[in-house]
């Protein structure tokens, strides 16, 4: 049985988009489904991404490198499944985002995917609009925790060392809770861009954790508290989000 998404056929010209991806992030498509990959290439590409193609699990193993920052991985195919291909990445300690693509829609096999490490599940026939919808949401989460092996900013007497998972005021360190922690050391990545509520608790709590927006302002309130004189690094944008002055850089 093919099934086609809910909006187009196989042969669709296209889609409006109101995309403004100028990154060329690249994503493996893994279908057994031509016409599902077909369709699935031609409008991630629409979208400005780099899209590559595989088959089956087997081939989507010989050709995914670490240049993918995402996969969308069918469930049933024969051969390999693809929980079974989410679970050997896994294993191989391979973190990259996985959006699974599945016929099956019950409780059970939501959860059998997050499990495995996938990252969001997408029961066929599924909405183009809606896939590209959760791409965009789930590459955007993820960028915002990329960054290099070793990172550490310092402003003043202030420094963030992200590998040690230390915060220090002139040599003292600084007694923060884990999320506090995970808010301040994102918010000093992205700086000085600005991350909305929504991002910062996508990004530490998950979007499987139910929290409110008010969580985020409780705890830079707290973070505030703890920094003292440098409290005023954390600057709040009136109806937007936050941010990270660090005027000195990194």
């Known amino acids: 049985m093919s099934y086609i998404c809910k909006e187009i056929g196989p042969h669709t010209v296209g889609l409006e988009t109101n995309c403004n991806c100028t990154m060329e992030e690249r994503i493996l498509v893994v ?37 993918h920052q995402l996969l969308i991985l069918d469930v049933m195919m024969g051969g390999m499944s693809g929980f079974k291909m989410a679970e050997t990445l896994r294993k191989e300690g391979n973190t990259i985002p996985i959006i699974f693509l599945t016929a099956k829609n019950s409780e059970n096999d939501m959860l059998t995917g997050f499990s495995l490490g996938g990252d969001d599940y997408i029961a066929k026939p599924f909405s183009v609009k809606e896939l590209l ?68 608790l996508g990004s530490v709590w998950g979007e499987n954790e139910y929290v409110l927006d008010r969580t985020v302002d409780v705890h830079i309130t707290r973070l505030r508290k703890k920094l003292g004189e440098y409290a005023g690094v954390i600057v709040n944008r009136s109806g937007f989000g936050y941010w990270l002055n660090l005027d000195n850089g990194k």
């Open 31 to 67: 279908d057994d489904e031509k016409d599902i990959c077909d369709i699935l290439q031609f409008n991630l590409e629409q979208e400005g991404y780099i899209v590559d193609v595989a088959n089956s699990a087997e081939e989507a193993l010989a050709v995914l490198t670490d240049v």
């Open 133 to 200: 919808a959760r791409v965009r949401a789930l590459l955007k989460r993820t960028s915002l925790v990329r960054m290099p092996a070793e990172t550490r900013w310092n402003y003043r007497g202030l420094t963030i060392d992200i590998p040690s998972n230390r915060v220090t005021i002139d040599g003292v360190e600084v007694s923060l809770t884990k999320k506090e922690f995970e808010i301040l050391s994102l918010l000093a990545q992205v700086s000085p861009n600005l991350l909305t509520r929504a991002e910062i």
